[in-house]
């Protein structure tokens, strides 16, 4: 098997763009890929401030790395969820990340916040994959408007997306697939652009890249997310790729081109401010801060403590 590009022998082969890539020739493919994303999408510029949200995994550190290479200036964000062993993995490894390649990073600890999320999770009787939603969303947002950037960019890849849209079909999610775009325009102006540059780039191919640049990344999904309907869409999704390989892609981009402008909706905005934080909200509070307060008020019922008592036990 010979690279496409300089026909030096191919370490990778990429059956749904039937091509293959030796090492480097692979790491320009990569690089291209994206810029092609960010320009053709038109996410952002040189020009833009953007704020990349890490969680530690393959896909937002390549991220980062190829958008420090290709000259952008990508602060990173990290959400320390409070989930065990996990989260203190992620943060560490994020963190050294960061440190040895000069970048700078903002990290928010949610239990200096508020709570982690297995204790939302336990206080509030939600699941903990909706707390964690709400919460990384929350922080998103109010971190970009704090920090005065104009975009925020996340590590989903193929994989994700096309699942995702699966998963909307299956249920005809119609305002979901109104929403399911690589770039989400803010609709309120505290709000930040959501950006996705790998929505092209499949999990494999992040995957060889983060191996073939030797990045250091936590391989463990978060222990809440076995078992989650996600992962049978990706397998379905995988087992369709086998057999006929580029319907993955195929399965997005025609979504994208003809099918999404059919399922556009006029976005709504919140149209309160938060009485307790101050982000644009639909109710008195926005979600997070009622999320918080949940919280906060079945701790005391059922523990007798705050999070305030709580947090003085930090060492
Ligand atoms: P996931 O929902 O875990 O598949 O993550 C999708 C994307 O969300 C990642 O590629 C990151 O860009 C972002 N993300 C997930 N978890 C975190 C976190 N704890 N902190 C910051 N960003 C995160
Ligand atoms: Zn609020």
């Keep these: 098997m010979k690279c496409k590009r300089c026909q030096d022998k191919a370490v990778i082969q990429l059956r749904q763009h039937n091509a293959a890539f030796c090492h480097p020739c692979f790491i320009g493919y990569f690089r291209r890929q994206v810029q092609r994303a960010i320009e053709q999408q038109k996410m952002f510029t040189r020009d833009d401030r953007v704020l990349i949200a890490v969680s530690g995994g393959k896909d937002s550190l390549a991220l980062w790395e190829v958008l420090a290479e290709l000259g952008y200036t990508a602060v990173g964000l990290h959400i320390d969820l409070g989930i065990g062993d996990y989260s203190s993995e992620s943060s560490e490894i994020t963190e050294r990340f960061a440190h040895d390649r000069g970048l700078r990073l903002i990290t928010v600890r949610l239990d200096r916040e508020t709570e982690s999320i297995p204790a939302v999770a336990q206080f509030t009787n939600r699941p903990a ?3 964690c939603g709400t919460s990384k969303r929350y922080y998103f947002d109010r971190t970009a408007r704090e920090h005065g950037f104009s975009v925020l960019a996340t590590g989903h890849n193929l994989d994700d997306e096309a699942s995702r849209l699966l998963g909307n079909i299956m249920h005809w999610q119609v305002e979901h697939l109104a929403k399911q775009h690589p770039v989400l325009a803010p609709t309120h102006d505290q709000f930040v652009r959501k950006v996705k540059p790998l929505y092209r780039i499949s999990e494999y191919e992040t995957a060889v890249y983060a191996f073939l640049q030797k990045l250091d990344y936590i391989v463990d999904e978060c222990p809440n997310s076995k078992g989650a309907t996600q992962l049978i869409y990706k397998e379905a999704l995988n087992r369709i ?13 025609e979504f994208l081109r003809s099918g999404q402008p059919h399922f556009r909706q006029e976005a709504v905005s919140p149209p309160n401010t938060c009485e307790i934080c101050g982000m644009p909200a639909f109710g008195v509070t926005c979600s997070y801060c009622r999320l918080k307060r949940e919280a906060a008020e079945k701790r005391t019922r059922h523990t007798g403590t705050t999070a305030k008592d709580r947090q003085t036990d930090i060492p």
Excluded: R, V, Y
């Design 241 to 253: 790729e086998a057999g006929m390989p580029g319907s993955k892609l195929n399965f997005l981009q």
């Design 129 to 131: 994959c909706s707390a």
